[in-house]
C-alpha cells in the first residue's frame, strides 16, 4: 500500500548524503591541493623553534603539514600529535609531550587523537550502510526501521568523535596560547564535523517518523471491522402461529 510519509525517505537520504560528503572531505584532508581539502585541519599552530618542528604545524586526518596544508608528512593512520616534532624537543609546550608517541606525545593527547580517528571511520562505515539501506526505507516502513537503526549507530559514533576531537584540539590550542604561541582551529574541519553530526541527527530523525503507518484512511477512508450486523430472519411456532421474527 502507498504509505502517507513516502517523501521521507528520499528528503532521509538526502541529508545522510550531505553527512557523507562532509566526512569526506574530513577524511581526506591535506590529500590534494584542491579546495576544500587544502583548507581543512584540525588546527594551525605557531612551532617555530620546536626541535624538528615547522614553522607553522597543521593537524590534518592522515597528515601533519605546513602552512596551507603543504609539506605534509607521509600518510599515516592516526599519526601522534608529537610527530610535528622530534622526540624529546626543545621550547616545545611541555604539557603536549610525554613518552608516547616516539617520546613526543602526551597521555591524553595520544589516546584521545587515537580513539577520534578511529571512530571517525567507525562512522563512515555506519553511515554508508545507512545510506545504502535507505533506498529500502523508500519501500515500506520496515526499510525505514533498518536505515533508521544504522543511522543511530552511526549517529552514536559520530558523536563521540565529534566531541573528542573538538575537546583534544581546543585543548591543545589554549596550550599552545598560554605558551605564548598563536593558535587557532580548523574552521572547516570543525564545521564540517558537527555539520554532519547535524545532518547525521535530521537524517535519523526522519528514518525514524518513516516507520510510523499511515493514518485511517489508508484504504479510502475504509474502516476496520463490520460495517454493519448481517440480519437474518428467525421463524418458529408460538401456540400453532408461525412467527417471524426479524432482528439485528
Given amino acids: 500500500m502507498a504509505r502517507a510519509n513516502t517523501y521521507l525517505a528520499p ?36 612551532t617555530s623553534g620546536i626541535t624538528g618542528a615547522r614553522p607553522i604545524t597543521q593537524w590534518a586526518y592522515f597528515y601533519i603539514c605546513g602552512e596551507g596544508n603543504l609539506d605534509c608528512s607521509r600518510a599515516w593512520p592516526a599519526p601522534p600529535l608529537g610527530w610535528a616534532w622530534s622526540g624529546n624537543p626543545s621550547n616545545a609546550p611541555e604539557a603536549l609531550v610525554g613518552t608516547h608517541g616516539g617520546d613526543t606525545t602526551g597521555f591524553y593527547y595520544y ?36 536505515a533508521g537503526l544504522t543511522a543511530l549507530v552511526a549517529l552514536f559514533f559520530h558523536t563521540i568523535a565529534t566531541s573528542m576531537m573538538t575537546a583534544v584540539f581546543v585543548r591543545m590550542r589554549n596550550v599552545f596560547i598560554a605558551s605564548g604561541r598563536t593558535a587557532s582551529l580548523g574552521r572547516y574541519a570543525f564545521g564540517f564535523s558537527w555539520g554532519s553530526w547535524t545532518a547525521l541527527l535530521i537524517a535519523t530523525i526522519l528514518f525514524c517518523i518513516g516507520i510510523r503507518g499511515g493514518d485511517g484512511n489508508t484504504y479510502g477512508g475504509r474502516r476496520w471491522g463490520r460495517q454493519r450486523s448481517v440480519r437474518s430472519r428467525r421463524s418458529y411456532d408460538l401456540n400453532g402461529r408461525r412467527v417471524k421474527d426479524e432482528y439485528a
Fill in 11 to 46: 528528503l532521509s537520504l538526502i541529508f545522510l548524503a550531505g553527512s557523507l560528503v562532509m566526512l569526506f572531505f574530513i577524511i581526506l584532508s591535506a590529500v590534494t591541493t584542491t579546495s576544500p581539502l587544502r583548507q581543512t585541519y584540525f588546527l594551525s599552530a605557531d
Fill in 111 to 146: 589516546y584521545m587523537w587515537r580513539f577520534g580517528w578511529v571512530f571517525y571511520l567507525i562512522t563512515l562505515v555506519f553511515s554508508v550502510f545507512a545510506f545504502f539501506a535507505g533506498f529500502v526505507a523508500c519501500c515500506g516502513r520496515l526499510g525505514s526501521a533498518i
